[in-house]
């Protein structure tokens, strides 16, 4: 069977994912099944695949407007879905799709994906969800949006309160839901956006899969654990 053709107002998103990974399939169709879902998220084996499947999947590839890239331990585990999921990841990064990398919140999935463009965590089950984040995802488009910056008026503290305001200038993209971070580890230094509950606490990098955080959550971690070195050094003392 060839792959079906795809319609210009058809927006799919191609999902790289394991087959036996049935809970995070369920989830992502019932997201984009919302109403208001601007997406059709794209399951190959659902599609009828076609050998030689490397053919079939880059024409499907070349028709999507997005990847999601569907994290599982199954993913993790099976090799032989670690070297499709790697090829579909790398044939969108070639024609620079958004790649949107999804991780249980169950539990971390050891499989990076250089190419990331945005990151987030998914619950277990997508029934409870009516105007949430996920809705967002199934209804806004991908695309940077820069905050504008504020004019300064005449006075000091209107040109300082712009100052300060303009420092804070984000880029952010879903709606708002989702902020620009750079990878933190001097040997990644990915950047994408990453769900912005994310940044309140440190998280394990999508391109690299190490520990990492924004510049205030790293400055105050390392306060926390100056203070603790200091409060167990005048224990022993005493
Ligand atoms: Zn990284």
């Known amino acids: 069977m060839i792959p079906r053709a795809v319609s210009a107002l058809d927006r799919p998103l191609f999902v790289a994912h394991a087959s036996d990974d049935v809970e995070g399939q369920l989830f992502l169709t ?118 504008e910056p504020l004019e300064p008026g005449e006075g000091f503290w209107d040109k300082a309160g712009a100052f300060f305001y303009n420092l804070g200038l984000k880029t952010r993209s879903v709606d708002g839901s989702f902020t620009r971070f750079r990878c933190s580890n001097s040997s990644c230094l990915a950047s994408y956006f990453v769900e912005d509950s994310l940044l309140h606490s440190t998280f394990q990098c999508p391109s690299c899969r190490h520990e990492t955080a924004t510049p205030m959550i790293e400055l105050q971690n390392d306060l926390m654990k100056l203070a603790n070195e200091a409060a167990k050094a005048r224990q022993s003392r005493e």
């Open 30 to 147: 019932q997201v984009f099944h919302l109403p208001g879902s601007a997406w059709r998220p794209v399951f190959y084996p659902v599609e009828g695949p076609q050998a030689p499947h490397a053919n079939s999947i880059l024409k499907y590839i070349s028709e999507a407007v997005g990847l999601v890239v569907l994290l599982s331990p199954a993913l993790a585990k099976q090799p032989w879905t670690r070297s499709w999921v790697s090829f579909e990841v790398g044939a969108a990064a070639q024609r620079n799709l958004p790649i949107l990398v999804v991780e249980p919140l169950s539990g971390f999935v050891d499989f990076p994906v250089p190419g990331v463009t945005h990151y987030a965590r998914r619950p277990a089950k997508a029934t409870a969800l009516g105007e949430t984040f996920w809705a967002k995802v199934a209804r806004t488009n991908f695309h940077p949006v820069e905050d």
